[in-house]
Nanobody, 115 residues
Framework: QVQLVETGGGLVQPGASLRLSCAAS????????MSWYRQAPGKEREMVAS???????SYADSVKGRFTIFADSYKGTVDLQMNSLKPEDTAMYYC?????????WGQGTQVTVSS
């Protein structure tokens, strides 16, 4: 059974860094498309960063140059390193695993950027 657990969220000041981690179990992440999404209050959920088994990555324009996604197939984790955080990065962050008909989400971790 595919299971995703996100950790690492918290309250930080603008300009700070934070690293989120998604622990995957029940499957091999190297064969899945792994992504981080976020959803702010009153807004639609949006893709932040994604990585595929080929090693290719993609990012939302709003986070390019500030966020980096890392997949460690041995540990079964997908991390999101977030630098130069802005108040507009405040949201619930979710991990997503996709492959064929499988589409699984974690419960999310809250990130709040405020002074």
């Amino acid at each position: 059974q595919v299971q995703l657990v996100e950790t690492g969220g918290g309250l930080v000041q603008p300009g700070a860094s934070l690293r989120l981690s998604c622990a995957a179990s029940g499957f091999a992440i190297r064969t899945y498309a792994m992504s981080w999404y976020r959803q702010a209050p009153g807004k639609e959920r949006e893709m932040v960063a994604s990585t595929r088994w080929t090693g290719s990555t993609s990012y939302a324009d709003s986070v390019k140059g500030r966020f980096t996604i890392f997949a460690d197939s041995y540990k079964g984790t997908v991390d999101l390193q977030m630098n130069s955080l802005k108040p507009e990065d405040t949201a619930m962050y979710y991990c997503r695993a996709q492959k064929a008909l499988t589409d699984s989400w974690g419960q999310g971790t809250q990130v709040t950027v405020s002074s």
